[in-house]
């Protein structure tokens, strides 16, 4: 019997080899070719749409195309056919999928200061489809699977090699750092070729770098871990990498005449009136203030807190997370006044009292024991009814480590206060952030154009980060700035 079970096994382990051994060569031999690459790119192309969705501007998509299309002709595979998407998207990213799809995100877009910054993004980005890299990845991944199905029927053990999420890390999350130090290299190759000065691509790093470190300050400020995929494009650049500047510094033994064919300005122009912020947000975030113009509504949050979607509304959140005020809406109940309300609410409520709040009756107090997204805590309640569009608003405000008191009840008491109902002017306010190209004039200072801007936080800071002069540049009279409007 022992004998059985030690052929049994060294069976399985013989069979196991042979199709392991096979599955491996099958992978390190793999040459899809064009046609089924671009029919796999076409696949992942509409994941990529759906998920982030193309910003609507034809003359921003049209002149990105235009600078990528340049680099494509005189890329290694110019046999493909390119295709140049903007997502609509804020994070600071640009990623590539095979068969040729090259995508940009807006929030990238608003960070660089010139076209040979782009070109340098796009150039690096055109070089993973040429190097086939994204499929070089995903054969790995295909493999190192097999092996675990493998090693789990020769050992009968399960998850041996348990790589699943190896294969399903997301394409925005970048390589390897030789990996990218290639593309880095051709695609600076590509750029001189096309005419584009391949030093741009250390403009664009040194941006990008800076937006790592204002990443890292907020951070620290907001006691809170980094995201991370925040560093997008940077993941795998390091400070002062030496191997990088030289592949720069070579591919400038290829560059062309490029001075003739780059009007000045021409891209800040191109950016005039690009989306800030995020994609999809319930209400307008101006300054301190938010706006729903949808039912007509509008608040002041706290200095330094952050306005965020939930699934029942909004909710402003403190910077270091450890307090939340949450407004949403709830059933209308006509003849109903707001204690009888919260009664039917089901919570204890303590220190409540009838208000009026611009010009809306409702009801506020403390409810105890309430589910939080801190768990149960001691809650600031406020109903208010409008009465005109039928519609009872209620808001919530919890603390992190409250137990009977609430720490944050001024803030609570006074965003609750500022309620009310959107006038001719809100209304005409409560428009979403947008880019706009100035010039400088004598004596503008970043300072003064922060004072100004609707950037709820750090707005010296990000204006500074976009229009390239991070942590304490100031612009020359002349100077094509970026504001936020």
């Given at each position: 019997m022992a004998m059985m079970r030690s052929q049994t096994i060294q069976l399985r382990w013989s069979a196991a080899g042979l199709f392991v051994l096979s599955l491996l060569f099958c992978v390190s031999s793999f040459a899809m070719s064009d046609a089924a690459e671009v029919k796999l790119g076409e696949e992942k192309n509409r994941q990529v749409i759906a998920q982030f969705g193309v910003y609507r501007d034809k003359e921003l998509q049209e002149y990105v195309n235009r600078v990528g299309q340049r680099i494509a002709k005189v890329c290694d595979r110019p046999n493909l056919t390119y295709h140049f998407t903007i997502i609509d998207s804020p994070m600071v990213n640009a990623f590539a999928i095979p068969g040729g799809f090259v995508?940009?995100?807006?929030?990238?877009?608003?960070?660089?200061?010139?076209?040979?910054?782009?070109?340098?993004?796009?150039?690096?980005?055109?070089?993973?489809?040429?190097?086939?890299?994204?499929?070089?990845?995903?054969?790995?991944?295909?493999?190192?699977?097999?092996?675990?199905?493998?090693?789990?029927?020769?050992?009968?053990?399960?998850?041996?090699?348990?790589?699943?999420?190896?294969?399903?890390?997301?394409?925005?999350?970048?390589?390897?750092?030789?990996?990218?130090?290639?593309?880095?290299?051709?695609?600076?190759?590509?750029?001189?070729?096309?005419?584009?000065?391949?030093?741009?691509?250390?403009?664009?790093?040194?941006?990008?770098?800076?937006?790592?470190?204002?990443?890292?300050?907020?951070?620290?400020?907001?006691?809170?871990?980094?995201?991370?995929?925040?560093?997008?494009?940077?993941?795998?650049?390091?400070?002062?990498?030496?191997?990088?500047?030289?592949?720069?510094?070579?591919?400038?033994?290829?560059?062309?005449?490029?001075?003739?064919?780059?009007?000045?300005?021409?891209?800040?122009?191109?950016?005039?009136?690009?989306?800030?912020?995020?994609?999809?947000?319930?209400?307008?975030?101006?300054?301190?203030?938010?706006?729903?113009?949808?039912?007509?509504?509008?608040?002041?949050?706290?200095?330094?807190?952050?306005?965020?979607?939930?699934?029942?509304?909004?909710?402003?959140?403190?910077?270091?997370?450890?307090?939340?005020?949450?407004?949403s809406t709830g059933q209308y109940m006509a003849g109903v006044d707001g204690r009888q309300y919260v009664g039917k609410m089901g919570v204890k409520i303590r220190n409540g009292r009838d208000v009026n709040i611009g010009g809306m009756p409702g009801f506020i107090g403390i409810a105890d024991h309430v589910q939080t997204p801190f768990g149960p805590r001691p809650v600031r309640l406020a109903v208010l009814f409008d009465t005109m569009r039928h519609i009872t608003f209620i808001m919530t405000g919890a603390g992190k480590h409250d137990l009977h008191d609430i720490a944050n009840d001024r803030d609570f008491i006074a965003t609750i206060f500022s309620f009310g109902r959107m006038d001719r002017h809100d209304f005409e306010v409560a428009v979403r952030p947008r880019i706009q190209v100035v010039r400088a004039e004598k004596g503008t200072t970043m300072e003064a154009l922060a004072k100004q801007s609707p950037i709820s936080n750090y707005a010296l800071d990000k204006l500074r980060l976009m229009n390239g002069m991070y942590p304490d540049g100031e612009p020359k009279p002349g100077q094509l700035i970026k504001i936020i409007d």
């Open positions: 995508y940009v995100a807006r929030g990238l877009l608003a960070e660089l200061n010139s076209e040979s910054e782009l070109a340098g993004i796009l150039g690096h980005e055109i070089a993973h489809i040429t190097q086939r890299h994204a499929l070089k990845k995903e054969n790995r991944a295909k493999a190192l699977q097999a092996l675990s199905a493998v090693a789990e029927i020769a050992t009968m053990t399960p998850g041996v090699y348990d790589v699943g999420n190896l294969a399903s890390q997301g394409i925005i999350e970048g390589y390897s750092r030789d990996v990218e130090l290639e593309a880095d290299r051709i695609g600076a190759k590509y750029m001189a070729k096309a005419g584009y000065d391949p030093a741009a691509m250390m403009k664009t790093i040194d941006t990008l770098k800076a937006q790592e470190r204002l990443d890292i300050k907020e951070a620290r400020l907001e006691d809170r871990e980094l995201d991370p995929t925040s560093f997008g494009w940077l993941a795998s650049h390091p400070d002062n990498d030496t191997r990088y500047r030289q592949a720069i510094k070579q591919a400038h033994a290829l560059e062309a005449t490029y001075h003739e064919f780059i009007k000045s300005d021409e891209f800040l122009e191109k950016l005039n009136g690009l989306a800030y912020g995020p994609t999809h947000q319930v209400g307008v975030v101006r300054k301190d203030n938010f706006y729903d113009p949808r039912v007509g509504i509008k608040l002041a949050f706290p200095e330094g807190w952050h306005v965020e979607s939930n699934p029942s509304g909004v909710q402003m959140v403190s910077a270091k997370r450890d307090a939340v005020l949450a407004l």
